[in-house]
């Protein structure tokens, strides 16, 4: 019979392997069964699926994830966590031919030996977001997720035009998916418990809003406007537009924009009409 993973069970799987969680890799490992199936439901994972899971550490989620899902696909940057996870999966009842683990660190990953449906991962407080942008980009066949972050991280995926924690991830994210809150969780349920607050994320893919050359354009432009949120548009992108030989106030203005606007107030599609004058 299969069983997911205790408090007892993780610590004991540590140090047999001789594993400390670290800062450096953002390791904080989950130690709720109850969270991890709440995780697993909220995401939609169903019985045809292969799921994906960016830092599995020492299984929780993955077990979780294996009760219903067709495969699950772990990237674990770490080898000895990367080595024992067949066995855990194994010693727990499941079937490890059903879980596929890469040993390679996820900032790098440029393809996967089979198409992931959804995204189910606690993310590295460190790299929550770059991590997050790089998988919507190189693996359209996911077509949604949740992700366990910082709260802080969160409320900036999330926000929406004119709120404070609204920025560069905000408007990204959107180029590939509909982000939303999807509740919060309490910190005992990590293990070491971390000093930060930590929240869920769930998206759903939609059709990027442009090409692979429009989306470096637009990125470049919202880098830009908000390396100094404070500015004004006609001074926060000022830089960008001279190095195309082009006048930022002039060509804001041409895209229909107000160049004493700030960047914190526009959605994805104006941040695209900005960018589309930098090559008309």
């Keep these: 019979m299969s069983q997911l993973l205790g408090a007892a069970q993780i610590r004991e799987i540590a140090a047999r392997i001789g594993v400390t969680p670290t800062k450096k890799l953002g390791q904080n490992f989950v130690v709720d069964a109850n969270t991890c199936r709440r995780i697993v439901k909220i995401a939609d994972v169903g019985a045809t699926d292969t ?5 599995p550490g020492l299984g929780s989620l993955t077990l979780a994830m294996l009760e219903i899902a067709q495969q699950v696909v772990a990237v674990e940057i770490d080898s000895r966590l990367a080595a024992e996870l067949p066995n855990t999966v194994a010693a727990n009842g499941f079937n490890p031919a059903q879980l596929l683990v890469i040993n390679e660190d996820a900032m790098t990953t440029q393809s996967l030996p089979v198409d992931p449906t959804v995204l189910v991962a606690n993310l590295p407080y460190n790299i929550s977001v770059p991590v997050l942008l790089h ?11 949740v992700v366990m972050v910082q709260s802080e991280v969160a409320d900036r995926l999330v926000a929406k035009p004119g709120s404070k924690n609204y920025g560069s991830p905000s408007v990204k994210a959107t180029w590939w998916a509909d982000m939303s809150a999807a509740g919060a969780v309490g910190r005992s349920i990590f293990w070491p418990v971390p000093n930060v607050d930590s929240s869920l994320v769930k998206f759903v893919r939609h059709a990027p809003a442009g090409d692979e050359a429009t989306r470096l354009r637009v990125f470049e432009v919202i880098d830009a406007a908000f390396a100094q949120r404070r500015k004004m548009l006609r001074s926060a992108l000022s830089e960008l537009f ?3 030989g082009r006048k930022a106030e002039e060509c804001i203005a041409a895209a229909g924009i107000d160049p004493t606007a700030r960047g914190e107030v526009l959605v994805l599609s104006e941040f695209m009409q900005i960018a589309n004058t930098l090559v008309s």
């Design 51 to 55: 799921t994906l899971e960016i830092g």
């Design 242 to 244: 001279s190095a195309h």
């Design 135 to 145: 998988f919507l980009e190189k693996f359209p066949t996911l077509r949604s997720g």
